[in-house]
């Protein structure tokens, strides 16, 4: 199963990898925002994209609707991890097309339990 | 301490706990909050996050160079010794969830903020100066043998 993780921060991404390594998961590739992200899913069969909301050049809510924009995108599951996690943004992020929605700080455990969740569809 | 204030300092420090404990993996151990800025941290790593809504003002993180590559090397699973540049982006990314926690209990209990991207300061013998008439309240901590702080700063009005 191969993630697209897409975060400007090399240390979020750093600890993505490692708690997807964890979780069992190696096979990873990496964006530091989303147009590198469109890019990197045009270049690779993708299972799941982890984003982050806030990030230069293109932010992950515009990440996400151009990937939603592609049609054989449309069911692709679409992890957001972020620190945005008011009522409100969690509306406007699930309108924008993500599957669920990881607040951090998280615990490897529940970030299981999210990608459990979207890949159970 | 205003009862907004009072508030977001308790919020501030839940939220320095929760980090710490999922993110970094190093708990920390609570001090007494102090008002005003006649204590100042020994730092040489400063990282801040403003806000802006009902409230403003700014989140601020302080550490000394050694605890920051301590954390920065816990929160990326590799030793201390070997941090180097990645010790600056491991820094906002802290500040950056403490401040980002503390936004969402804020806002969700009626108080909405926004929130700056991160800034991380490093040097020595620094003082920074808030022109704007504002409350501090230092929030000293300690991880293990490294002490850390982190501070609300927040306009009067």
Request: proline letters at 4%; charged letters at 25%.
């Amino acid at each position: 199963m191969k993630f697209l993780v897409v975060d400007d921060s090399s240390t979020m991404r750093r600890i993505l990898i490692n708690t997807l390594s964890k979780l069992g998961y190696s096979d990873v590739v990496e964006a530091a925002n989303g147009r590198e992200g469109i890019d990197r899913l045009a270049a690779n069969q993708v299972d799941v994209i982890i984003t982050d909301w806030n990030m230069p050049e293109m932010t992950g809510i515009e990440f996400i609707r151009s990937v939603r924009a592609d049609e054989k995108n449309a069911k692709l599951p679409v992890l957001m991890v972020t620190t945005n996690a008011a009522k409100d943004d969690i509306v406007e992020a699930l309108r924008a097309g993500v599957s669920n929605y990881v607040v951090k700080p998280f615990t490897p455990d529940t970030m299981r339990e999210k990608i459990e969740a979207v890949l159970a569809g | 301490m205003s009862d907004v204030r009072q508030k977001a300092v308790d919020l501030l420090i839940e939220s320095a706990h929760e980090v710490f404990d999922m993110m970094v993996g190093r708990p920390l151990a609570q001090g007494v909050p102090i008002e005003g800025d006649a204590l100042r941290p020994k730092a040489n790593v400063v990282g801040t996050v403003s806000f802006a809504g009902s409230e403003s003002g700014v989140v601020v993180f302080y550490s000394t160079t050694e605890a920051a590559r301590q954390i920065a090397g816990s929160m990326l699973g590799m030793p201390a010794a070997e941090v180097n540049g990645e010790m600056p982006d491991a820094i906002g990314e802290i500040t950056n969830m403490i401040a980002g926690a503390l936004r969402t209990k804020m806002t969700d209990s009626g108080h909405p903020w926004a929130i700056s991207i991160p800034t991380v300061t490093i040097g020595s013998d620094f003082y920074t100066k808030y022109v704007s008439d504002v409350k501090r309240v230092l929030c000293p901590f300690r991880m293990d043998e490294e002490e850390i702080c982190v501070e609300l700063i927040m306009m009067k009005n």
